[in-house]
């Protein structure tokens, strides 16, 4: 954990996002932590509501009431996001650090043509550029995500979705941010044009040497995409490490389960999902959130909340199981399909 | 892209000549089907007020008969009439009689246009203000107090709160003129003694009129506001690390405009019909004033007249709003 500390460009430090309920908060995400090197691909991946978005919005001090921020660290070169003032909070936003909004569709002002939002974005951030070099800046960043410099002059509701998404993304790449946050860029796509973007999402990263957090809930996709993958349940990361490890030998039981429900295109096999429903997240009991649906759950499980340990290298999971085991035992009990 | 804008103003101004054909129309044949006759009740009050003749009355009527057609075929008549509407020929007034209607509308006209006007797009800009305020979370606690002020001010009758306001401004404290369009003794000029003397009597009915519909405009903007601030172009825009008065503005109230618009141009026809109430109760020479006095003195032609005016000047306004919308708003022009 001490190797290329300088390279890391975004830390995250026990990230705790609450949402506040009527019962008391709702730990939508709870002591939650990854680090990553420049370049470095991090897919968080988990169902509906295990507070992926949660983070992404945490990330960017996005986060509105009822959410909100209840504790932790997020490291921009040293940099607490979390503690700068306002005026700096708008000068990291999309220099640093900058978003890939979920709702590509519906996240252009329907009012503005496609390069003021590029321009005002630059404008921002950049008072010394005159009016060419910002020009010159919109036509690039065009390119860049493969649309046609003609663009700039449509409004949004001229444009299709993929395009829309891609406009998107000019506009999150314009200042050559450290660090893209991009939660759930292809929802709402088709699957080739899904495929298209995450191309595109791909080469503006290495044009630009950053690091890339994708959120999603799509296993096939953010494992093409990611160098490390992060399994989040129930506002929790219950493992972290590099894809290939990930999916090949799966340490955490709900990471397991996630995988095996992946449906095969070549052999038609019953479709299986994962039994039950993750746990309310206001006033959680001590214990794994993930017992009452985990088939190795034992007596431990539900009496003291798994801390993340290391399983192998660079690879952590937050399961009693280890370090007893070395490996996930064979799946006897409950063999439901669904 | 400019065609499809050609087309669009194209296709808005049929409708308006076809909205100012069906109203011209109606306003020929309406009166027309009413009970009574025009001419005979004139008549009727030219004798009243003494020193004619039978045989003259007589020949008073033919001539008007005559005059209007009104001996002719309905078809004849209606066509005529179009013929003097081109001419701004509306017939004589029969309660100012013989003053033409025409130049009746003329006089009462910039009256009406200039506190209508002036009132309405002060409330209407001010209360979308207030109200973009009101939904934005960074406003202080001054717009929290002042606007739901406004919005009890709203729901006061308007008669009572023109009462109120002539009590407290022109009785108690003597500060602005009880009625009237000016003084009697200003002569009228284009110069500055004239202009201050025109908004020094403007100035209560224009307040009735902001402060009974500001808190309406304000409310209105407020719920629009509060929707297009949870649209995820706001979030992306906070994302870009725009400074909130750009957010605000350019992509908050820019948006929530959009409705407040088409909502000014429905109200714009009630603006038309406060105008009577507003007028009469200052005393103001407007069109307002002139119809209410047409009505109560069965002068039809004065009636039939101010009504035209109104109707024309309501589907002008909705025209001009037409055109507007699609610089407003890009997805309208299709």
Redesign the interface.
Known sequence: MNDGDKTRVLDVRDLEVHYDTREGPAKAVDRVSFSLRAGERLGLIGESGSGKTTVAMAL?R?SRPPARIAGGEVLLADRDLLKLTDAE???????DI??V???AM???????RVGDQIA??IL??RRDLNRKAIRTRIVEGLANVGLDPSVARR?P?ELSGGMKQRA?MA??TSLAPKVIIADEPTSALDVVVQRQIIQTLGRLQDGLGAAVVLIGHDMGLIAQFSDTVGVMYAGRVVELGPVQQIIETPRHPYTRLLIDSLPGIRERKALRGIPGLPPRLVNLPEGCRFAARCPFAFDRCRAETPEQQTVASYHVAACHLYPQHDSLPPITASEDTA | MSSELARYIGMRFIQFLVVVFIAVSVNFFIPRLLPGDPIESLIARLQSAGGSQEMDSQAIIDNFREKYGLDKPMMTQYLNYWRDLFRFDMGVSLSSYPQPVSQMIRQALPWSVGLLATATLIAFTLGSVLGALLAWPRSGRIIRTIVPTLLVLSTIPFYLLAMILIYLFAVLWRIFPPGGGASPTLIMEWDWPSFVNIVHHGMLPGLAIVLGSVGIWALGMRSQTVSVLG???I?????????PR?IFL??GM??AM?PQVTALALSLGHVVSGAVLVEVIFNYPGLGALLYNAVRGQDYFLVQGVVLILILTLAVLLFIIDLIYPL????IRR
């Open positions: 960017m996005l909070l708008r000068q990291t936003r999309l220099r900058a978003l909004p979920q709702g519906s996240s252009l002002n329907p009012v503005m005002d974005a921002a951030h409004f509701h998107v506009i999150a | 649209e995820d172009y979030t992306f825009a906070e994302a870009k690390g725009l400074a750009r350019r992509y820019r948006n959009l407003l708003d890009p997805r």
